[in-house]
């Protein structure tokens, strides 16, 4: 409308430097415009079209009587008069009205979008069932895929497996790193970053760390300590694999002390193992009461000084009773040492 105006006003400059131009049908007396013309000029038949917005010659042609050329309401000059938004257009790269997604690189599984725009999926296994003709075999294990676990909210890159098979099952994997829980936007703050999680001590250790580099480690002196950290998984998961998953020791270095673990593995998640003066990592969720695995459980006893990492070699698979949302990792050590653990030093659990 602003370019309309000033086009006109330059027509009226023009008009007036070249009075011969214009003719008594402009409205305008060939005299270069008197007082008696003027008062003759009436506005256009309804049958030739007028200037209230009809699509006339001097309207906007929009045919909603606005004179602002936009028919339908969308904002834009382009308007056809029956006051509708055009149907949105998925896989043009342009995320239209009524669309959720519609990445510019198109609609591929790794791009965070399915099939007619409208969702994102929450799951690596939901993106193997909407793509399940792709040939996942040439698709690098490294690569990353989005992923809105929250109901859609909060997309984030994810490793999905799509080729390890398990209880008759192939594929379907959501890696989630410890990245995925902190990460600089979320300030490592309890219920915030990609996943929400939340953790809670039961017996609190002398030393508790947490913070914004994504540390997380706990030890004391002459106690012990229990902690466990719940991360919610929304899709839902009834099948876990650690991969190269990796705990770090902490412990008092002047005087040689060590973290330790022992043979008995963790049974309850409010107790440390029964075992006297020792520790555990452990894995499962919180809708039952104890773990599902653990180092001890997976026969990695032993002592180890300040600094050492200790993993659990490429996969460690267990199934749950039923399916649940919450994945739980339980830490524990006991003793009259300086002792602790990073209790996620490094690796990825998949979650199917």
């Known amino acids: 409308m602003i370019e309309y105006k000033r086009n006109f006003s330059v027509a009226l400059v023009l008009a007036a430097f070249s009075p011969g131009c214009l003719t008594p049908a402009d409205g305008v007396g060939?005299?270069?415009g008197s007082e008696e013309s003027s008062e003759s000029t009436t506005e256009p038949e309804t049958e030739t079209g007028s200037a209230d917005g009809d699509g006339g010659p001097v309207g906007d042609g929009d045919g909603d009587g606005d004179g602002d050329g936009d028919g339908d309401g969308d904002g834009e000059s382009t308007g056809d008069g029956d006051g509708e938004h055009p149907a949105p257009e998925c896989g043009n790269g342009v995320v239209e009205d009524g669309e959720v997604c519609d990445p510019p690189d198109g609609l591929t599984p790794?791009?965070?979008?399915?099939?007619g725009c409208a969702k994102i999926p929450e799951s690596c296994k939901e993106i193997l069932e909407t793509f399940p003709d792709e040939d996942w075999e040439d698709v690098s294990v490294e690569a990353e895929y989005w992923?809105?676990?929250?109901?859609?909210?909060?997309?984030?890159?994810?490793?999905?497996?799509?080729?390890?098979s398990h209880k008759g099952q192939k594929g379907g994997w959501t890696g989630v790193r410890f990245q995925d829980i902190c990460d600089v936007e979320s300030m490592f703050e309890e219920g915030t970053g990609s996943l929400s999680w939340a953790i809670h001590a039961v017996q609190p250790a002398d030393i508790f760390v947490k913070n914004e580099e994504c540390d997380l480690h706990t030890?004391?002196?002459d106690g012990d300590h229990v902690y466990w950290m719940d991360i919610?998984?929304?899709?839902?998961?009834?099948?876990?694999?650690?991969?190269?998953?990796?705990?770090?020791?902490?412990?008092?270095?002047?005087?040689?002390q060590t973290a330790d673990i022992g043979e008995t593995a963790q049974t309850q998640w409010d107790q440390p193992p029964a075992e006297a003066d020792k520790g555990d990592v452990s894995f499962g969720?919180?809708?039952?009461?104890?773990?599902?695995?653990?180092?001890?459980d997976q026969g990695r006893d032993g002592s180890w000084l300040n600094g050492e990492v200790i993993g659990l070699g490429d996969s460690v698979?267990?199934?749950?009773?039923?399916?649940?949302?919450?994945?739980?990792?339980g830490w524990s050590e006991q003793g009259a040492e300086w002792e602790g653990w990073h209790p996620w030093w490094s690796g990825v659990i998949y979650l199917r």
Request: net charge negative; charged share 20%.
């Open 30 to 32: 060939a005299s270069g």
């Open 110 to 115: 790794m791009n965070g979008c399915l099939p």
């Open 147 to 164: 992923v809105a676990p929250n109901g859609g909210e909060f997309p984030f890159r994810v490793l999905c497996d799509m080729t390890t």
């Open 219 to 221: 030890w004391d002196e």
């Open 232 to 256: 919610e998984f929304p899709p839902a998961f009834e099948h876990v694999y650690l991969s190269n998953y990796e705990i770090k020791a902490r412990a008092n270095v002047w005087w040689g």
């Open 285 to 296: 969720t919180a809708d039952e009461p104890g773990p599902q695995t653990s180092f001890a």
């Open 317 to 329: 698979f267990f199934e749950l009773s039923e399916a649940s949302t919450t994945l739980r990792i």
